[in-house]
């Protein structure tokens, strides 16, 4: 089964994420920005979500797992508000595969569960 790490603070999205993972036969689990590191390196993924509005550096933690053996291949999507170009692009340049706002992570969310690609679909809703 895909297993996914999901750094999102927001319990309501939280729950929408577990939800939608379910229907699409992928396992979801929650983490806080703390214990983040330690987890994934021990055990990486398939996939990291990682939204901005969570507490820590979310572009130092991508940086730190692009540049960890171990973690160099993760697949990473962050997402947050579409008037976040900073953080957005911070994350980017950081090594995220893909930066979006919210909606455009909320609309794809079963295809970048399942791990299909997103192509044009995402490239034009990044911001």
Known sequence: MRR???IV???FFATRIAATAKAVGVEVS???MPQALE???GQPPDLLL???HADGDAAGLVRALKQDPRTSALPMVAFGSHVEHERLQAVREAGADH???RSAFTRLLPQ???GEPLGRAA???EA
């Open 4 to 6: 996914v790490i999901a």
């Open 9 to 11: 603070p927001d319990l």
């Open 30 to 32: 929650l983490l806080g």
């Open 39 to 41: 987890r994934i390196t």
């Open 50 to 52: 990682l939204d901005l």
């Open 99 to 101: 930066a979006m706002a």
């Open 112 to 114: 970048i569960l399942r």
């Open 123 to 125: 490239a034009s809703d």
